[in-house]
């Protein structure tokens, strides 16, 4: 049996975080859409020939993002583009900024609002050690970089409408202030990001988009590349363009870190209520407002209502189904490309593992889930003829998931062991309350067609094969 990971590094404190950000800002300032559009999508999980350290990264990967997305820390045309699975469990777009265009590739994020990308031959990236080098734009190189201005209204997309009190060395009417929208600074499960706001030309294929606000980033801690925002604040790429729709269909884990890729779609000019073809539909939820969390705005609330472990009806409490509308905001299902393996609160996982482990009747494999950070596992060598019960995703409207095996579980031993690949609360010695109460990660949407219907709220989705 293999030996447990170590632990994963501490990131470096915030005050010598900002400290760089500030000495990187300072010399950086110091020297210096609607038709359809297809784009590859390619996934990613730190990649090692042990199954059981790729297992216990993916799953601490997941509870760190998961812990974010509940508590998140707050600072202030059609086209389709290919969509890269990567083994540290996200997956991969490639954009093309500035003029001439330089090509990066760009974490494909739901979770999240803003675009940024690694920027300057200066870029440093703390506790980075991924598999592939990490790209930088370089603005000094493009003829359309404009650093953001600290009166630009779009400086209030990062910073809040009370920005304007921050620009000092400004009058709000005067056509001459100098001063820069303010450095930001954001937090993610896996690290923080820190820059400055450029607005610059984004390259898509036939068509180019001035003024596009994006992040430059000097400095990162645990970041394998840039992000691009895909949730519903004024800066993420959907905004920005004026989408009215964009989908994608996620490979399958097995391609990681390989040239496959699928494709995620960017439309502009759907206006009619039709439905794609073949698609079920649940509309979204109404997101909570909660004063200090800004990210629960962003998100992509479902309805769901009920989980099926072979074919029966596990009975979730009431309160976790839809986020609150008073108070913190908490409860409810999101979807999140940005997320490896699903996560539930520790009460609604219980209470699907127990229907789950009383349907496989095997024995328990407690020294992999330790080593894993998966439970439960399950010996299956002595069944004669091993049987998995399904697991089926009901939501509002009717719509429902029906989950391939190999999207919610994950062999192990030449097959002889079986764990489910869904995280929960206290797995990695930690317990947090709190935000959304599912999170439906990418691992759970392999080889599914997901469409994001901004202009009728709606999420459409079947299964296919994404090759």
Request: hydrophobic share 30%; net charge positive.
């Amino acid at each position: 049996m293999p030996s447990p990971p170590p632990p994963l590094s501490s990131s470096p404190s915030l005050p010598c975080f900002l400290f760089l950000l500030s000495l990187l800002i300072f010399s950086l300032v110091s020297s210096s859409p609607n038709s359809p559009i297809a784009i590859p999508l390619s996934a990613s999980n730190p990649s090692s020939p042990d199954p059981y350290r790729n297992l216990r990264n993916l799953v601490s990967a997941s509870l760190i993002r998961a812990r974010h997305l509940k508590n998140p820390k707050t600072t202030t045309p059609k086209s389709t583009t290919p969509l890269f699975p990567h083994s540290y469990g996200a997956y991969s777009i490639s954009l093309s900024f500035g003029t001439p265009p330089q090509t990066l590739p760009l974490i494909m994020d739901t979770g999240s609002d803003l675009v940024w990308f690694p920027c300057t031959r200066r870029y440093v990236c703390r506790n980075c050690s991924f598999s592939t080098s990490i790209p930088s734009f370089i603005p000094k190189s493009s003829s359309s970089s404009k650093v953001l201005g600290c009166v630009n209204p779009k400086c209030g997309w990062i910073h809040g409408s009370n920005v304007q009190s921050r620009c000092r060395d400004c009058q709000p009417t005067s056509p001459n202030c100098t001063q820069i929208c303010p450095p930001y600074l954001v937090f993610y499960g896996s690290g923080i990001t820190g820059g400055i706001m450029l607005s610059e030309t984004l390259d898509l294929p036939g068509k180019g988009v001035p003024d596009f606000i994006v992040g430059c980033s000097v400095v990162s801690t645990g970041q394998p590349a840039g992000i691009a925002g895909f949730g519903r604040g004024p800066p993420s790429l959907p905004s920005q363009l004026g989408l009215k729709k964009f989908s994608y269909c996620l490979l399958s884990r097995r391609y990681d870190d390989t040239t496959e890729s699928s494709s995620l779609l960017l439309d502009g000019e759907s206006d009619s209520g039709r439905k794609t073809a073949g698609l079920t539909y649940t509309p979204f939820v109404q997101n909570p407002k909660v004063a200090d969390k800004h990210a629960f705005s962003v998100y992509y609330y479902l309805g769901l209502r009920h989980i099926a472990v072979g074919g029966n009806h596990v009975k979730m409490p009431y309160k976790y189904l839809f986020p609150r509308s008073d108070g913190d905001g908490d409860g409810g299902t999101i979807i999140d490309s940005g997320t490896t393996f699903t996560y539930m609160r520790g009460e609604i996982f219980d209470l699907v593992t127990a229907e789950f482990e009383k349907q496989v009747q095997s024995k328990r494999e407690y020294e992999v889930e330790r080593i894993t950070g998966l439970r439960p596992c399950f010996n299956i060598s002595r069944l004669k003829t091993p049987s998995l019960p399904s697991l089926t995703l009901k939501f509002k409207g009717g719509a429902k998931m029906e989950l391939p095996l190999a999207n919610y579980v994950a062999f192990l031993g030449g097959d002889e062991i079986v764990c489910l690949t869904i995280v929960t609360d206290g797995v990695d010695g930690k317990d947090f309350s709190g935000g959304p109460a599912i999170i439906l990660g990418n691992f759970q949407q392999q080889n599914f067609y997901v469409e994001y219907d901004l202009r009728n709220e709606r999420l459409g989705f079947r299964q296919q094969s994404c090759k």
